[in-house]
């Protein structure tokens, strides 16, 4: 099975200190390792980077809208644009994948809650494996819940019957 992974809005404006992205080196870290790992096996690194004309920190002119540099996408990967939490909605990414033969997407990125769930979701929709690296997506806390009660919530919720769900660690491209 054709597999790609799939790195969801890691931009600079996520990583902003005003922010307090939860774990944001760790899981920055613990995605540099899953495209080092694609790489290496050949597999596909498709970056998903959100983009909104006249946001203060989302729009293309703005140095916070570019994917953080530790994780800076190389020539050959694939860099698609989105304006809404769904990373196929009006944009390239299915037919990058079709193209391409894919058939299982790994997913990693940021913010769980809202890319992240909703990107699952759409893609266990069109009939592709998903597996949600555990590890390897973070949010913000919102006043309600804290970032990490929101990234179990969702790692439980998407792993129940849409996504399988594994550490990093086990991801094996």
Not at 98 to 125: N, P, Y
Not at 146 to 159: G, M, P, S, Y
């Amino acid at each position: 099975m054709k597999t790609a992974l799939v790195i969801i809005d890691v931009q600079k404006a996520m990583f902003q200190p005003q922010y307090d992205l939860y774990r944001g080196e760790e899981v920055l870290d613990t995605i540099d390792g899953l495209i080092l790992k694609a790489r290496e096996a050949g597999t596909p690194v498709i970056y998903i980077q959100h983009t909104e004309q006249g946001d203060p920190e989302f729009s293309m002119d703005k140095p916070t809208w570019e994917i953080h540099d530790k994780i800076k996408p190389l020539p050959t990967d694939i860099v698609i644009q989105k304006s809404t939490c769904d990373s196929f909605y009006k944009t390239g990414l299915q037919e990058a994948l079709l193209e391409r033969g894919i058939e299982k997407l790994v997913i990693a990125g940021m913010q769980t809650e809202f890319c992240v769930d909703t990107t699952v979701r759409s893609a266990f929709g069109k009939g592709y494996k998903v597996i949600l690296v555990e590890n390897a997506h973070s949010t913000f806390d919102n006043g309600i819940l804290q970032a990490e009660q929101i990234i179990r919530h969702h790692n439980k919720v998407l792993a129940s019957s849409i996504a399988a769900l594994k550490p990093a660690e086990e991801i094996v491209f």
